[in-house]
């Protein structure tokens, strides 16, 4: 009888055992892919402007009060698959004026590493916000809503990275010139 209750404590053990192991595996996985999914998005591309977002800007704006240009996601590193389109990084613009200014952009390709994918086919890759016009910024203030500028790889498009530069003007003149704000990497699939 003795032999009896040890076998069984013993498989209750296991039993316990297992399950425990099961659990914390699941844990492990779910920890994991969270931790992803909130310290590496913000490497990534963008696919819209939430409050999170406009958080970051406002934070990176604030630890400089003389920026004059924030680009998110911070490392200016972006990778995108062929046949990938809607995602990008933000941008946003401060007026260290003292009265309010109208502001305008153009952003364009500027190096290619790859010689199957020209400058001007890299520009027109960009699909959203490549340039504005009439941008009102109050002194001192900064963008009211951040743009994302979104691309749209081709499923043509080679493996290649991609070098983006930006300029701004304000009614005096250039504001902000050529300032790299993204480095594309395309993918294969």
């Avoid at 998110?72 to 046949?83: V, Y």
């Avoid at 900064?142 to 530069?165: K, R």
């Amino acid at each position: 009888m003795f032999n009896i209750k040890n076998k069984k404590a013993a498989m209750e053990l296991t039993m316990g055992t297992m399950v425990t192991i099961v659990l914390l595996v699941m844990v492990l996985i779910l920890g994991g892919y969270f931790v992803q999914k909130i310290f590496f998005s913000a490497g990534s591309s963008l696919d819209a402007i939430d409050e999170s977002v406009k958080g970051e800007i406002n934070k990176l704006f604030s630890e400089d009060t003389n920026k004059r240009l924030v680009i998110f996601p911070a490392s200016r590193r972006i990778e995108l698959k062929k046949g990938q389109s809607e995602s990008g990084f933000a941008i946003s613009i401060r007026n260290v004026g003292n009265a309010e200014d109208t502001f305008s952009y153009t952003i364009e390709a500027v190096e290619t590493s790859c010689q199957e994918l020209s400058v001007t086919a890299a520009t027109d890759m960009i699909s959203l916000n490549r340039q504005r016009q009439e941008i009102r910024i109050p002194a001192g203030s900064i963008m009211a809503e951040p743009y994302l500028i979104t691309f749209n790889i081709p499923e043509t498009a080679p493996p290649c990275q991609v070098t983006y530069s930006i300029n701004i003007e304000n009614s005096a003149g250039i504001y902000i010139s050529s300032v790299d704000v993204a480095y594309l990497t395309i993918l294969s699939d």
